[in-house]
T-cell receptor, first 112, second 115 residues
Framework: GQQVMQIPQYQHVQEGEDFTTYCNSS?????IQWYKQRPGGHPVFLIQ?????EVKKQKRLTFQFGEAKKNSSLHITATQTTDVGTYFC????????????FGTGTRLLVSP | DVKVTQSSRYLVKRTGEKVFLECVQD?????MFWYRQDPGLGLRLIYF???????EKGDIPEGYSVSREKKERFSLILESASTNQTSMYLC??????????????FGNGTRLTVT
């Protein structure tokens, strides 16, 4: 079945450093969504990417969707302690019922 | 703002018990989902429903069943709880996929411990 792998599993950075998480699918995706889960909280939707090669920005966060629509990345510039949490990508299949498949998540820890 | 409410935040049950996890959403969403979240495994889909009385198996349906008698309510049933079902259970809802941007809105989760 479709798999969505995410790396790294965990990253610890100093406040002000940049951070990137990568998401790779075994199959072509119709779109990809990104979620953030704060410690003790539930996943909260950040953004959806649909077009091949699409790039979207939300303040310090930059999201990219690969040309082949099989990979995606989230880059945070100059991390802050409020960025702490686990970031999940979730890809929707290009065929069939278009079930959303979540990646394994990247846990980000930011030290002041 | 969408609200997805799960009936319990923490639940402790014994092996073999029948367990009901309830979820209610207030935004008239067609789609509803049950995920379980375990460390290192991310969110895995158990079941989803795209309409009243309609259900589809997700990736890990074994040992679970669901019920959707009303649009706003989606129940997850553990027929005979086992210790390997100890987990965080997350309910979510969304608009249909064909309505463009259709993010999942999650509840706060139910942490179930089976002893």
């Amino acid at each position: 079945g479709q798999q969505v792998m995410q790396i790294p599993q965990y990253q610890h950075v100093q406040e002000g450093e940049d951070f990137t998480t990568y998401c790779n699918s075994s199959t072509t995706l119709s779109n990809i969504q990104w979620y953030k889960q704060r410690p003790g909280g539930h996943p909260v939707f950040l953004i959806q990417l649909v077009k091949s090669g699409e790039v979207k920005k939300q303040k310090r966060l930059t999201f990219q969707f690969g040309e082949a629509k099989k990979n995606s990345s989230l880059h945070i510039t100059a991390t802050q302690t409020t960025d702490v949490g686990t970031y999940f990508c979730a890809g929707r299949r290009n065929t069939g019922f278009q079930k959303l498949v979540f990646g394994t998540g990247t846990r980000l820890l930011v030290s002041p | 703002d969408v609200k997805v409410t799960q009936s319990s935040r923490y639940l402790v049950k014994r092996t073999g018990e029948k367990v009901f996890l309830e979820c209610v959403q207030d935004m008239d969403h067609e789609n509803m989902f049950w995920y379980r979240q375990d460390p290192g495994l991310g969110l895995r889909l158990i079941y989803f429903s795209y309409d009243v009385k309609m259900k589809e198996k997700g990736d890990i349906p074994e040992g679970y069943s669901v019920s959707r008698e009303k649009k706003e309510r989606f129940s997850l049933i553990l027929e005979s709880a086992s210790t390997n079902q100890t987990s965080m259970y997350l309910c979510a809802s969304s608009l249909p996929w064909d309505r463009g941007n259709s993010p999942l809105h999650f509840g706060n989760g139910t942490r179930l411990t089976v002893t």
